[in-house]
């Protein structure tokens, strides 16, 4: 029962470069979000989307851009990473709006930028 | 921009003391979920609330929603060892797709 899988676990770059991380879920949910948990901060939300091809803004978007080209995978990407995007990364997902779901969660993803 | 305040921020505690962590807000909401986070690992829910006055029971934690729906909070009975971790609170309004984050709680139980 893999839930949502991120991918990858660990990553190391330098300012000006770009990455992508991915969100995979098997459980077949609408909802996807993507997440930075910073030290005292909490869970900042950075983008979501409500299906397959839709996606929208949250808290804290700037510098980052997400696709969701297929409803099981939620991309993250940062075209020219900075050193204030260093965080750990979370995807969640969960079934839809209808009653109250609570949104499952990868392990992170910890990205440090130099 | 709707905020979550949660408190205390730390909190370090023999094993056997009973703790309350907080959570509150200036706005309502529709629902309020706890999740517990461990290290490595992505936040796992502990219950939601969604009815003003709202208490649960999940074994050792009584979680309680404010009559207002503005508040919550999370009380530990006897806590243990495996009662450590980061605490979270989530609060979502009606007809929306987001939840708001608290800041964290982050617990410790020694032995």
């Known amino acids: 029962n893999a839930g949502v899988t991120q991918t990858p676990k660990f990553r190391v770059l330098k300012t000006g470069q770009s990455m992508t991380l991915l969100c995979a879920q098997d459980m077949n949910h609408e909802y996807m979000y993507w997440y930075r948990q910073d030290p005292g901060m909490g869970l900042r939300l950075i983008h979501y989307s409500v299906g397959e091809g839709t996606t929208a803004k949250g808290e804290v978007p700037d510098g980052y851009n997400v696709s969701r080209l297929k409803k099981q995978n939620f991309l993250l990407g940062l075209e020219s990473a900075a050193p204030s995007q260093t965080s750990v990364y979370f995807c969640a997902s969960r079934p839809g709006l209808q009653g109250v779901q609570p949104q499952h969660f990868g392990d992170g993803t910890r990205l440090s930028i130099l | ?111």
């Open chain 2, 1 to 111: 921009t709707q905020l979550l305040e949660q408190s205390p921020q730390f909190l370090s505690i023999q094993e056997g003391e009973n703790l309350t962590v907080y959570c509150n807000s200036s706005s309502v909401f529709s629902s309020l979920q706890w999740y517990r986070q461990e290290p490595g690992e992505g936040p796992v829910l502990l219950v939601t609330v969604v009815t003003g006055g709202e208490v649960k029971k999940l074994k050792r934690l009584t979680f309680q929603f404010g009559d207002a729906r503005k508040d919550s909070s999370l009380h530990i009975t006897a806590a243990q060892p495996g009662d450590t971790g980061l605490y979270l609170c989530a609060a979502s309004t009606s007809g929306t797709y987001k939840y708001i984050f608290g800041t964290g709680t982050r617990l410790k139980v020694l032995a």
